[in-house]
């Protein structure tokens, strides 16, 4: 389940990412849209750390 739950993570930060870089390739931004992709960034930044973390931890128990 937590797999499941980390794919999920990783593919809505690449959906962000793909978002922000459609933004930041476009018109200039509101500040509203650079406020709004700032948050969406840093809030897939952190699941991704996190996702790392937890599999980094999975991986030092089972090499115990």
Do not use: H, K, P
């Not at 793909?18 to 509203?32: F, I, K, N, S």
């Not at 996702?51 to 128990?61: D, K, N, Y």
Request: aromatic share 4%.
């Amino acid at each position: 389940m937590s797999d499941a739950i980390e794919n999920d993570l990783i593919e809505s930060a690449a959906v962000v990412l793909g978002l922000v870089r459609a933004m930041l390739d476009g018109l200039q931004l509101t500040a509203d849209e650079a406020w709004f992709m700032l948050r969406r960034t840093a809030e897939s930044l952190t699941d991704a750390l996190n996702v790392a973390e937890l599999r980094g931890e999975r991986l030092a128990a089972a090499g115990d």
